[in-house]
Protein backbone atom coordinates (compact mmCIF):
# COMPACT_ATOMS: atom_id res chain seq x y z
CA UNK A 1 0.00 0.00 0.00
CA UNK A 2 1.60 3.46 -0.78
CA UNK A 3 0.21 7.25 0.69
CA UNK A 4 -1.94 7.74 -2.28
CA UNK A 5 -4.79 5.51 0.37
CA UNK A 6 -5.44 8.79 2.73
CA UNK A 7 -6.38 10.94 -0.55
CA UNK A 8 -9.51 11.68 -1.32
CA UNK A 9 -11.74 14.45 -2.74
CA UNK A 10 -14.98 13.51 -1.28
CA UNK A 11 -16.14 15.45 1.69
CA UNK A 12 -16.89 12.67 4.80
CA UNK A 13 -18.03 13.83 8.00
CA UNK A 14 -16.71 11.98 10.36
CA UNK A 15 -20.47 11.39 12.17
CA UNK A 16 -20.89 9.47 8.47
CA UNK A 17 -17.16 7.04 8.73
CA UNK A 18 -18.17 6.42 11.98
CA UNK A 19 -21.52 5.14 11.32
CA UNK A 20 -20.33 2.77 8.67
CA UNK A 21 -17.50 1.16 10.72
CA UNK A 22 -19.95 1.20 13.66
CA UNK A 23 -22.42 -1.20 10.89
CA UNK A 24 -19.36 -2.97 10.06
CA UNK A 25 -18.71 -4.23 13.52
CA UNK A 26 -22.30 -4.47 14.89
CA UNK A 27 -23.15 -7.13 12.23
CA UNK A 28 -19.52 -9.10 12.46
CA UNK A 29 -19.27 -9.54 15.48
CA UNK A 30 -23.14 -9.24 16.47
CA UNK A 31 -22.98 -12.23 14.13
CA UNK A 32 -20.16 -14.12 15.34
CA UNK A 33 -21.21 -13.93 19.05
CA UNK A 34 -24.98 -13.59 19.78
CA UNK A 35 -25.88 -16.28 16.52
CA UNK A 36 -22.81 -18.38 15.92
CA UNK A 37 -21.98 -16.99 12.43
CA UNK A 38 -18.46 -17.51 11.30
CA UNK A 39 -16.64 -14.01 10.72
CA UNK A 40 -15.73 -14.84 7.49
CA UNK A 41 -19.24 -14.95 6.75
CA UNK A 42 -20.23 -12.15 8.41
CA UNK A 43 -17.46 -10.36 6.83
CA UNK A 44 -18.83 -11.01 3.61
CA UNK A 45 -22.67 -10.52 4.17
CA UNK A 46 -21.54 -7.10 5.22
CA UNK A 47 -20.94 -6.35 1.87
CA UNK A 48 -24.38 -6.03 1.40
CA UNK A 49 -24.70 -2.97 3.17
CA UNK A 50 -20.84 -1.53 3.26
CA UNK A 51 -20.86 -1.33 -0.79
CA UNK A 52 -23.91 1.08 -0.45
CA UNK A 53 -23.03 2.97 2.39
CA UNK A 54 -19.57 4.15 0.86
CA UNK A 55 -21.75 4.88 -2.73
CA UNK A 56 -23.30 7.12 -1.02
CA UNK A 57 -20.63 9.45 -0.33
CA UNK A 58 -20.60 9.85 -4.46
CA UNK A 59 -18.10 6.82 -5.89
CA UNK A 60 -20.06 4.39 -8.38
CA UNK A 61 -20.08 0.89 -7.47
CA UNK A 62 -17.25 -0.14 -9.72
CA UNK A 63 -14.88 2.44 -7.62
CA UNK A 64 -15.93 0.68 -4.76
CA UNK A 65 -15.46 -2.65 -5.57
CA UNK A 66 -12.12 -1.69 -7.14
CA UNK A 67 -10.76 -0.03 -4.19
CA UNK A 68 -11.92 -3.37 -2.55
CA UNK A 69 -9.60 -5.69 -4.96
CA UNK A 70 -6.96 -3.03 -4.96
CA UNK A 71 -5.92 -4.11 -0.91
CA UNK A 72 -7.25 -7.60 -1.97
CA UNK A 73 -4.14 -8.03 -4.41
CA UNK A 74 -1.73 -6.44 -2.14
CA UNK A 75 -2.28 -8.21 0.49
CA UNK A 76 -2.25 -11.71 -1.85
CA UNK A 77 1.13 -12.73 -0.84
CA UNK A 78 0.65 -13.01 2.78
CA UNK A 79 -3.04 -14.68 2.13
CA UNK A 80 -0.94 -17.05 -0.21
CA UNK A 81 1.70 -17.65 2.90
CA UNK A 82 -1.42 -18.96 4.95
CA UNK A 83 -2.06 -21.91 2.33
CA UNK A 84 1.94 -22.81 1.74
CA UNK A 85 2.19 -22.67 5.94
CA UNK A 86 -0.73 -25.35 5.85
CA UNK A 87 1.21 -27.70 4.05
CA UNK A 88 4.50 -26.92 5.17
CA UNK A 89 2.38 -28.60 8.88
CA UNK A 90 1.23 -31.66 7.27
CA UNK A 91 4.39 -32.61 5.65
CA UNK A 92 6.27 -31.63 9.05
CA UNK A 93 3.77 -34.27 10.37
CA UNK A 94 4.54 -36.47 7.98
CA UNK A 95 8.24 -36.74 7.77
CA UNK A 96 8.35 -37.07 11.56
CA UNK A 97 9.60 -33.01 11.95
CA UNK A 98 7.34 -32.31 14.37
CA UNK A 99 6.96 -35.78 15.95
CA UNK A 100 10.96 -35.35 16.66
CA UNK A 101 10.91 -32.44 17.84
CA UNK A 102 8.16 -33.49 20.34
CA UNK A 103 9.44 -36.24 21.57
CA UNK A 104 12.86 -34.18 22.65
CA UNK A 105 11.04 -31.77 24.23
CA UNK A 106 8.83 -34.30 26.44
CA UNK A 107 12.03 -35.79 27.28
CA UNK A 108 14.45 -32.67 28.18
CA UNK A 109 12.02 -30.07 29.24
CA UNK A 110 10.04 -29.90 32.67
CA UNK A 111 6.64 -29.09 32.37
CA UNK A 112 7.05 -26.50 35.19
CA UNK A 113 9.46 -24.25 32.77
CA UNK A 114 8.10 -25.32 29.54
CA UNK A 115 5.84 -22.03 29.20
CA UNK A 116 9.47 -20.17 29.20
CA UNK A 117 10.91 -22.72 27.34
CA UNK A 118 8.48 -22.33 24.74
CA UNK A 119 9.00 -18.61 24.81
CA UNK A 120 12.30 -18.93 24.23
CA UNK A 121 12.21 -21.27 21.75
CA UNK A 122 10.03 -19.34 19.51
CA UNK A 123 11.67 -15.98 19.84
CA UNK A 124 14.88 -18.18 18.69
CA UNK A 125 13.23 -18.91 15.74
CA UNK A 126 11.30 -15.80 15.05
CA UNK A 127 14.45 -13.48 15.64
CA UNK A 128 16.64 -15.81 13.05
CA UNK A 129 14.17 -16.10 10.62
CA UNK A 130 12.25 -12.31 10.62
CA UNK A 131 8.72 -14.07 10.12
CA UNK A 132 5.97 -14.86 12.94
CA UNK A 133 3.58 -16.63 10.91
CA UNK A 134 6.65 -18.98 9.77
CA UNK A 135 7.64 -19.77 13.29
CA UNK A 136 4.00 -20.09 14.73
CA UNK A 137 3.80 -22.96 11.83
CA UNK A 138 6.88 -24.47 12.38
CA UNK A 139 8.29 -24.51 16.00
CA UNK A 140 5.05 -23.15 17.22
CA UNK A 141 3.00 -26.13 16.37
CA UNK A 142 5.26 -28.65 18.00
CA UNK A 143 5.38 -26.55 20.79
CA UNK A 144 1.57 -26.52 21.33
CA UNK A 145 2.51 -30.62 20.91
CA UNK A 146 4.81 -30.67 23.88
CA UNK A 147 1.85 -28.58 25.74
CA UNK A 148 -0.87 -30.60 25.41
CA UNK A 149 1.14 -33.73 25.93
CA UNK A 150 2.14 -32.02 29.52
CA UNK A 151 -1.34 -30.91 30.30
CA UNK A 152 -0.24 -27.37 30.03
CA UNK A 153 -3.76 -25.38 28.85
CA UNK A 154 -3.79 -24.45 25.36
CA UNK A 155 -4.39 -21.09 25.96
CA UNK A 156 -1.08 -20.16 28.34
CA UNK A 157 1.05 -22.46 25.02
CA UNK A 158 -0.36 -20.27 22.74
CA UNK A 159 0.28 -16.99 24.03
CA UNK A 160 3.71 -17.74 25.12
CA UNK A 161 4.53 -18.92 21.08
CA UNK A 162 2.88 -16.03 19.87
CA UNK A 163 4.84 -13.72 22.72
CA UNK A 164 7.93 -15.35 21.27
CA UNK A 165 7.11 -15.09 17.85
CA UNK A 166 6.05 -11.74 18.06
CA UNK A 167 9.12 -10.75 20.03
CA UNK A 168 11.48 -12.17 16.70
CA UNK A 169 8.79 -10.19 14.27
CA UNK A 170 9.23 -7.10 16.32
CA UNK A 171 12.93 -7.14 16.92
CA UNK A 172 14.58 -8.90 13.93
CA UNK A 173 15.73 -6.74 10.94
CA UNK A 174 14.63 -8.85 8.33
CA UNK A 175 11.16 -8.64 9.72
CA UNK A 176 8.61 -7.31 7.23
CA UNK A 177 7.11 -4.96 9.44
CA UNK A 178 9.86 -4.02 11.53
CA UNK A 179 11.47 -2.27 8.02
CA UNK A 180 8.08 -0.86 7.45
CA UNK A 181 7.85 0.73 10.73
CA UNK A 182 11.34 2.56 10.28
CA UNK A 183 10.57 3.23 6.39
CA UNK A 184 7.31 4.86 7.31
CA UNK A 185 8.70 7.12 10.18
CA UNK A 186 11.86 7.60 8.65
CA UNK A 187 13.56 6.00 11.15
CA UNK A 188 17.30 4.36 10.28
CA UNK A 189 16.43 0.18 10.75
CA UNK A 190 19.04 0.12 13.26
CA UNK A 191 18.03 2.96 15.22
CA UNK A 192 14.41 1.97 15.53
CA UNK A 193 15.10 -1.43 16.34
CA UNK A 194 17.49 -0.19 19.08
CA UNK A 195 15.30 1.73 20.67
CA UNK A 196 12.14 -0.77 20.28
CA UNK A 197 14.35 -2.66 23.25
CA UNK A 198 13.81 -0.04 25.58
CA UNK A 199 9.97 -1.48 25.74
CA UNK A 200 10.28 -4.69 24.56
CA UNK A 201 13.09 -6.11 26.63
CA UNK A 202 11.67 -5.00 29.78
CA UNK A 203 8.45 -6.21 28.47
CA UNK A 204 10.04 -9.59 27.30
CA UNK A 205 11.49 -10.28 30.62
CA UNK A 206 8.20 -9.57 32.02
CA UNK A 207 6.36 -11.83 30.66
CA UNK A 208 9.33 -13.87 30.78
CA UNK A 209 8.76 -14.15 34.44
CA UNK A 210 4.98 -13.99 34.41
CA UNK A 211 5.33 -17.66 32.35
CA UNK A 212 7.82 -19.01 34.69
CA UNK A 213 5.45 -18.20 37.53
CA UNK A 214 1.78 -19.75 35.34
CA UNK A 215 4.52 -22.88 34.84
CA UNK A 216 4.98 -23.06 38.68
CA UNK A 217 0.78 -22.93 39.31
CA UNK A 218 -0.20 -24.42 36.57
CA UNK A 219 1.06 -28.33 36.98
CA UNK A 220 0.97 -29.50 40.07
CA UNK A 221 4.07 -32.01 40.25
CA UNK A 222 2.41 -33.71 43.04
CA UNK A 223 -0.46 -34.39 41.37
CA UNK A 224 0.84 -34.37 37.77
CA UNK A 225 0.50 -37.87 35.63
CA UNK A 226 3.50 -38.37 33.12
CA UNK A 227 1.49 -40.71 32.03
CA UNK A 228 0.17 -39.09 29.15
CA UNK A 229 4.04 -37.24 28.35
CA UNK A 230 5.76 -41.22 28.26
CA UNK A 231 2.43 -43.29 26.47
CA UNK A 232 3.06 -39.71 23.85
CA UNK A 233 6.74 -40.40 23.32
CA UNK A 234 6.19 -44.40 23.00
CA UNK A 235 3.44 -43.70 20.55
CA UNK A 236 5.58 -41.61 18.11
CA UNK A 237 8.32 -44.00 18.55
CA UNK A 238 5.86 -46.47 16.93
CA UNK A 239 4.56 -44.63 14.32
CA UNK A 240 7.41 -42.86 12.99
CA UNK A 241 11.33 -43.01 12.40
CA UNK A 242 12.36 -40.74 14.46
CA UNK A 243 16.31 -39.01 14.43
CA UNK A 244 18.49 -36.28 13.88
CA UNK A 245 17.74 -36.65 9.83
CA UNK A 246 14.06 -35.24 10.95
CA UNK A 247 15.38 -31.79 11.86
CA UNK A 248 16.65 -31.31 7.80
CA UNK A 249 13.79 -29.95 6.55
CA UNK A 250 13.41 -27.48 9.64
CA UNK A 251 16.92 -26.51 9.09
CA UNK A 252 16.76 -25.96 5.95
CA UNK A 253 13.47 -23.51 5.95
CA UNK A 254 14.73 -21.33 8.61
CA UNK A 255 18.39 -21.41 7.03
CA UNK A 256 16.92 -20.28 3.76
CA UNK A 257 15.01 -17.50 5.56
CA UNK A 258 18.02 -16.50 7.22
CA UNK A 259 19.06 -15.80 3.76
CA UNK A 260 16.10 -13.83 3.06
CA UNK A 261 15.06 -15.94 0.37
CA UNK A 262 10.76 -14.91 -0.41
CA UNK A 263 8.86 -16.70 2.54
CA UNK A 264 6.87 -18.64 -0.16
CA UNK A 265 9.57 -20.26 -1.79
CA UNK A 266 11.34 -20.73 1.45
CA UNK A 267 8.41 -22.77 3.16
CA UNK A 268 7.54 -24.53 -0.48
CA UNK A 269 11.36 -25.60 -0.38
CA UNK A 270 10.78 -27.09 3.23
CA UNK A 271 7.26 -28.52 2.45
CA UNK A 272 8.87 -30.96 -0.26
CA UNK A 273 11.78 -31.41 1.51
CA UNK A 274 9.70 -32.82 4.07
CA UNK A 275 7.72 -35.07 1.36
CA UNK A 276 10.82 -36.41 0.02
CA UNK A 277 12.05 -37.27 3.82
CA UNK A 278 8.42 -38.59 4.80
CA UNK A 279 9.00 -40.84 1.15
CA UNK A 280 12.26 -42.12 2.32
CA UNK A 281 12.16 -42.16 5.94
CA UNK A 282 8.40 -43.16 6.84
CA UNK A 283 7.22 -44.93 3.60
CA UNK A 284 4.16 -42.52 2.72
CA UNK A 285 3.22 -42.53 -0.61
CA UNK A 286 3.31 -39.55 -3.27
CA UNK A 287 -0.27 -39.75 -3.38
CA UNK A 288 -1.21 -39.99 0.26
CA UNK A 289 1.32 -36.93 0.64
CA UNK A 290 -0.30 -35.30 -2.00
CA UNK A 291 -3.74 -35.81 -0.06
CA UNK A 292 -2.04 -34.73 3.09
CA UNK A 293 -0.65 -31.74 1.85
CA UNK A 294 -4.59 -30.69 0.77
CA UNK A 295 -6.45 -32.04 3.44
CA UNK A 296 -4.52 -32.47 6.40
CA UNK A 297 -2.34 -35.36 7.81
CA UNK A 298 -4.73 -38.42 9.06
CA UNK A 299 -3.69 -41.30 11.44
CA UNK A 300 -6.13 -43.27 13.32
CA UNK A 301 -3.38 -45.09 16.32
CA UNK A 302 -6.38 -45.60 18.52
CA UNK A 303 -5.34 -43.26 21.13
CA UNK A 304 -7.66 -39.91 20.90
CA UNK A 305 -5.05 -37.45 22.41
CA UNK A 306 -2.03 -38.82 20.09
CA UNK A 307 -4.84 -38.48 17.16
CA UNK A 308 -5.76 -34.70 18.21
CA UNK A 309 -1.91 -34.00 18.03
CA UNK A 310 -1.05 -35.56 14.63
CA UNK A 311 -4.42 -34.72 12.33
CA UNK A 312 -3.77 -31.39 11.62
CA UNK A 313 -2.34 -29.29 8.94
CA UNK A 314 -3.21 -29.33 5.08
CA UNK A 315 -4.70 -26.24 2.70
CA UNK A 316 -8.12 -26.83 3.61
CA UNK A 317 -7.52 -26.05 7.63
CA UNK A 318 -5.89 -23.12 6.98
CA UNK A 319 -8.94 -21.89 3.85
CA UNK A 320 -10.97 -20.05 7.19
CA UNK A 321 -7.76 -17.88 7.85
CA UNK A 322 -7.31 -17.30 4.31
CA UNK A 323 -11.38 -16.05 3.72
CA UNK A 324 -11.06 -14.02 6.69
CA UNK A 325 -7.96 -12.18 5.58
CA UNK A 326 -8.94 -12.22 1.50
CA UNK A 327 -13.11 -10.57 2.52
CA UNK A 328 -11.14 -7.96 5.13
CA UNK A 329 -9.21 -6.93 2.91
CA UNK A 330 -11.43 -5.78 0.03
CA UNK A 331 -13.85 -4.34 3.21
CA UNK A 332 -10.56 -2.57 4.55
CA UNK A 333 -9.94 -1.39 0.92
CA UNK A 334 -12.87 0.32 0.43
CA UNK A 335 -13.08 1.69 3.75
CA UNK A 336 -9.51 3.25 3.35
CA UNK A 337 -9.53 3.95 -0.61
CA UNK A 338 -12.99 5.96 -0.16
CA UNK A 339 -11.49 8.16 2.61
CA UNK A 340 -13.86 6.71 5.34
CA UNK A 341 -10.44 5.17 7.61
CA UNK A 342 -8.61 8.58 7.42
CA UNK A 343 -11.56 11.01 8.37
CA UNK A 344 -12.14 8.85 11.23
CA UNK A 345 -8.91 9.05 12.56
CA UNK A 346 -7.47 12.22 11.64
CA UNK A 347 -9.71 14.42 14.27
CA UNK A 348 -7.47 12.01 16.67
CA UNK A 349 -4.50 13.00 15.57
CA UNK A 350 -5.30 17.02 15.50
CA UNK A 351 -6.16 16.75 19.30
CA UNK A 352 -2.57 15.44 20.70
CA UNK A 353 -0.82 18.38 20.06
CA UNK A 354 1.15 19.57 23.12
CA UNK A 355 2.00 16.39 24.84
CA UNK A 356 3.90 13.69 24.40
CA UNK A 357 1.43 11.13 26.47
CA UNK A 358 -1.11 12.41 24.21
CA UNK A 359 0.86 12.40 21.17
CA UNK A 360 1.81 8.52 21.98
CA UNK A 361 -1.64 7.28 22.85
CA UNK A 362 -3.07 8.54 20.22
CA UNK A 363 -0.63 7.06 18.25
CA UNK A 364 -1.43 3.63 19.86
CA UNK A 365 -5.37 4.78 19.61
CA UNK A 366 -4.96 5.04 15.88
CA UNK A 367 -3.11 1.97 15.28
CA UNK A 368 -5.60 -0.53 17.66
CA UNK A 369 -8.40 1.54 15.41
CA UNK A 370 -6.63 0.52 12.11
CA UNK A 371 -6.12 -3.40 13.46
CA UNK A 372 -9.90 -3.72 14.34
CA UNK A 373 -10.79 -2.02 11.09
CA UNK A 374 -8.63 -3.54 8.51
CA UNK A 375 -7.66 -6.69 10.13
CA UNK A 376 -3.86 -6.05 8.93
CA UNK A 377 -0.84 -5.15 11.31
CA UNK A 378 0.75 -3.91 7.99
CA UNK A 379 -1.85 -1.42 7.81
CA UNK A 380 -2.35 -0.67 11.25
CA UNK A 381 1.70 0.66 10.86
CA UNK A 382 1.04 2.57 7.41
CA UNK A 383 -1.99 4.52 8.86
CA UNK A 384 -1.28 6.26 12.25
CA UNK A 385 2.61 6.44 10.85
CA UNK A 386 1.29 8.40 7.90
CA UNK A 387 -0.82 10.45 9.98
CA UNK A 388 1.28 11.07 13.18
CA UNK A 389 4.75 11.53 11.55
CA UNK A 390 4.14 15.48 10.89
CA UNK A 391 2.78 15.51 14.44
CA UNK A 392 5.94 13.71 15.98
CA UNK A 393 7.82 16.84 14.13
CA UNK A 394 6.35 19.35 15.59
CA UNK A 395 6.13 17.60 18.51
CA UNK A 396 10.10 18.22 18.13
CA UNK A 397 10.16 14.38 18.65
CA UNK A 398 12.49 12.05 16.47
CA UNK A 399 11.11 9.31 14.18
CA UNK A 400 12.79 6.58 16.12
CA UNK A 401 9.96 7.61 18.90
CA UNK A 402 6.96 6.91 16.00
CA UNK A 403 8.20 3.68 15.17
CA UNK A 404 8.62 2.85 18.11
CA UNK A 405 4.95 3.18 19.04
CA UNK A 406 4.01 1.85 15.89
CA UNK A 407 5.11 -1.50 16.66
CA UNK A 408 3.79 -1.12 20.08
CA UNK A 409 0.41 -0.92 18.15
CA UNK A 410 0.71 -2.55 14.47
CA UNK A 411 2.82 -5.29 14.74
CA UNK A 412 2.02 -6.38 18.77
CA UNK A 413 -1.97 -5.18 18.68
CA UNK A 414 -2.53 -7.29 16.01
CA UNK A 415 -3.00 -10.50 17.85
CA UNK A 416 -5.35 -8.32 20.82
CA UNK A 417 -8.35 -8.31 17.87
CA UNK A 418 -10.03 -11.98 17.67
CA UNK A 419 -10.72 -10.76 14.38
CA UNK A 420 -8.22 -9.65 13.12
CA UNK A 421 -5.59 -12.28 10.36
CA UNK A 422 -2.85 -12.50 12.68
CA UNK A 423 -5.08 -14.09 15.47
CA UNK A 424 -7.46 -16.02 13.47
CA UNK A 425 -4.22 -17.26 11.83
CA UNK A 426 -2.94 -18.10 15.22
CA UNK A 427 -5.29 -19.70 16.88
CA UNK A 428 -5.98 -22.06 14.15
CA UNK A 429 -2.47 -23.16 13.21
CA UNK A 430 -2.02 -23.54 16.87
CA UNK A 431 -5.46 -24.91 17.98
CA UNK A 432 -6.87 -26.41 14.73
CA UNK A 433 -9.43 -25.50 12.48
CA UNK A 434 -12.59 -23.27 13.90
CA UNK A 435 -10.48 -22.55 16.95
CA UNK A 436 -11.10 -18.39 17.88
CA UNK A 437 -8.55 -16.36 19.68
CA UNK A 438 -10.05 -15.39 22.74
CA UNK A 439 -8.47 -18.67 24.59
CA UNK A 440 -4.79 -17.34 24.10
CA UNK A 441 -5.42 -13.14 24.01
CA UNK A 442 -4.97 -13.34 27.63
CA UNK A 443 -1.83 -14.68 27.69
CA UNK A 444 -0.18 -12.81 24.88
CA UNK A 445 1.89 -10.72 27.48
CA UNK A 446 4.13 -9.25 25.27
CA UNK A 447 1.39 -7.22 23.15
CA UNK A 448 -0.42 -5.91 26.44
CA UNK A 449 2.84 -5.22 28.53
CA UNK A 450 4.94 -3.59 25.73
CA UNK A 451 2.25 -0.56 25.20
CA UNK A 452 2.07 0.04 29.03
CA UNK A 453 5.80 0.89 29.08
CA UNK A 454 5.35 3.66 26.30
CA UNK A 455 2.80 4.96 27.84
CA UNK A 456 4.86 5.21 30.86
CA UNK A 457 7.59 6.80 28.96
CA UNK A 458 5.52 9.39 27.17
CA UNK A 459 3.94 10.78 30.51
CA UNK A 460 7.35 10.62 31.99
CA UNK A 461 9.30 11.99 29.00
CA UNK A 462 12.51 8.95 29.45
CA UNK A 463 13.75 7.39 26.37
CA UNK A 464 11.10 10.35 24.41
CA UNK A 465 14.47 11.26 22.21
CA UNK A 466 13.96 14.80 20.83
CA UNK A 467 14.16 15.90 17.12
CA UNK A 468 16.65 18.93 17.87
CA UNK A 469 19.00 17.35 19.21
CA UNK A 470 19.33 14.34 16.96
CA UNK A 471 19.70 16.83 14.12
CA UNK A 472 22.33 18.53 15.46
CA UNK A 473 24.43 15.03 16.26
Known amino acids: M ?15 AGFIVASIFV ?24 VPLIMRIGYTYKEVQDFGWKVVMESLEANFIILVVGTLIASFIASGTVPYIIVIGLKMISPKIFLLSALLIT ?13 IGTAGVAMMGIGNALGVPMGMTAGAVISGAAFGDKMSPLSDTTNLAAAISGAPLMTHIKHMTITTLPAYIISAIIFTFLGFSAINMETFDATISQNTIIGLDNIFKLGVLELIPIVLVITLLIKKVPPISAMLGGTFTAMFM ?10 ELLDFLYGGFTINTGTDYIDTLLNRGGILSMVSSFLIVFVAAAITGMLSESGVLTTLVSPLAKKCKG ?14 LTNMIGSSMLLAI ?17 PENLSRVLEDSGTLGAWLIPWNANAIFGAQTLMGAGA ?13 ISPILSMIYAFTGITMVPLKKKKKA
Open 123 to 135: TMTSLATGTSWGT
Open 382 to 398: IVPGTLMKPIYEEENLA
Open 355 to 368: SKARVVGTTLSVGY
Open 436 to 448: LPYVFIPYCLLSI
Open 278 to 287: AWIRQGYSVS
Open 2 to 16: DKDIFKTDKKISIGY
Open 27 to 50: FVLGGSLIFGGAIETMFILSWLFT
